[in-house]
């Protein structure tokens, strides 16, 4: 059973970069139909998308976030990671990572497994 | 279309039926999953497809699509089914996620 786990500074000072690690047991990130997925959720909000990755290498962000987000794959250690930068205090909320399958010729997809996430706060 | 349309807030009697709807241009082509949240936690997933559940999932909970709009029924609410619950497909170009506002629901 496939289980996910958000680490990374709970604290960034504004200006600079925020960087995530979802490491990821009980199975693999080179599946075909998985995409690996950050999602955030500022205090009392909803859930906003952040972007994936695919073993392939593949990515797709937010449009909202696309200028400062990048994210990376490491097939060697089953991790996947979220580089945010030059954050401000909007950026504060609980950060997940989620594995998404998607079914593009079914068109539906859904996120099956999630991290228990991870608060980090902008802050000086 | 990026964008799934939520009601902020929906309440239901204990033991009744209630519907959470979701609605957007995606949602003409794709299937929308459905997530629960309760406070602290992280979400869970609840319907996807066309009414799929994961293993644990109880019955009560089913997903459909008429047009453009999704919805997931609670049938006998029951009330640990209080939480946030949040809908999401890929957009009309299928190469991002988009996610609703969420839907309160209390079970009174």
């Known amino acids: 059973q496939v289980q996910l786990q958000e680490s990374g500074p709970g604290l960034v000072k504004p200006s600079e970069t925020l960087s995530l690690t979802c490491t990821v047991s009980?199975?693999?990130?080179?599946?075909?139909?998985?995409?690996w997925t950050w999602i955030r959720q500022p205090p009392g909000r909803g859930l906003e998308w952040i972007g994936y990755?695919?073993?392939?290498?593949?990515?797709s962000y937010n449009t909202s976030l696309k200028s400062r987000v990048t994210m990376s794959l490491d097939t060697s250690k089953d991790q996947f990671s979220l580089k945010l930068t030059s954050v401000t205090t909007a950026d504060t909320a609980v950060y997940y990572c989620?594995?998404?399958?998607?079914?593009?010729?079914?068109?539906?997809?859904?996120?099956?497994?999630w991290g228990k996430g991870t608060t980090v706060t902008v802050s000086s | 279309s990026s964008e799934l349309t939520q009601d902020p807030a929906v309440s239901v009697a204990l033991g009744q039926t209630v519907r959470i709807t979701c609605q957007g241009d995606?949602?003409?082509?794709?299937?929308a999953s459905w997530y629960q949240q309760k406070p602290g936690q992280a979400p869970i997933l609840v319907t996807y497809?066309?009414?799929n559940r994961p293993s644990g999932i109880p019955d009560r909970f089913s997903g459909s699509r008429s047009g453009n709009t999704a919805s997931l029924t609670i049938t006998g609410a029951q009330a640990e089914d209080e939480a946030d619950y949040y809908c999401?497909?890929?957009?009309?170009?299928?190469?991002?996620?988009?996610f609703g506002g969420g839907t309160k629901l209390t079970v009174l």
């Open positions: 999401n497909s890929r957009d009309s170009s299928g190469n991002r996620v988009i």
């Open positions: 995606s949602l003409r082509s794709y299937y």
């Open positions: 990755i695919h073993y392939t290498g593949s990515t």
């Open positions: 009980g199975g693999s990130v080179s599946s075909g139909s998985d995409f």
């Open positions: 497809y066309k009414d």
């Open positions: 989620a594995k998404e399958v998607f079914w593009g010729g079914y068109y539906y997809d859904y996120m099956d497994v």
